[in-house]
């Protein structure tokens, strides 16, 4: 089994954070969307932190700085035939960034900032980002959390 890491940028502006809406493949919701940050695979030579950025860049078109890591969550794809580690990375905007920029881009089909209550009834993945997240950013995210292991067929 292939292992992956993965970095995802959380990107917090104000009361709000920046999500990416996705195609979403899985059965049966073929033809929908979720939203998630914006993220992807580690590549060569990277950090964690530089993934974050680099995929938010990618994803949104947004020049992000990383700070630190968030939350963890470990999955495997038996469709895929892989095992992921992914790290949530808090972002903030960098020097002279605009959200005037943001930008659907790559594989994305849309970009936008939500917050508490315009995330309400959106389909958002993982889990912990349409509900716990707005209870921790509204803390200052004080503690890094583990999300768990999930198993996808």
């Not at 060569?44 to 860049?57: D, H, T, V």
């Not at 930008?103 to 980002?129: C, M, S, Y």
């Not at 509900?131 to 995210?141: I, R």
């Amino acid at each position: 089994m292939k292992v992956r890491i993965r970095g995802a940028a959380v990107i917090v502006v104000g009361n709000g954070i920046v999500f990416a809406s996705h195609p979403d493949n899985r059965t049966p919701r073929r033809n929908q969307t979720f939203w998630s940050p914006p993220g992807g695979g580690v590549e060569k030579g990277e950090s964690i932190l530089q993934s974050a950025e680099r995929e938010a860049l990618e994803e949104v078109s947004l020049r992000v700085v990383a700070e630190r890591p968030i939350y963890a969550q470990e999955f495997t794809s038996e469709s895929f035939g892989n095992r992921t580690l992914e790290l949530f990375i808090l972002c903030r905007l960098a020097d002279g960034e605009s959200l005037d920029n943001m930008k659907a881009d790559h594989e994305i089909t849309d970009a936008a900032l939500l917050t508490r209550q315009t995330a309400a009834g959106e389909q958002i993945l993982p889990e912990v980002f349409a509900s716990q997240v707005w209870d921790d950013l509204d803390a200052g995210f004080p503690e890094f959390r583990y999300l768990g292991f999930l198993a996808i067929p």
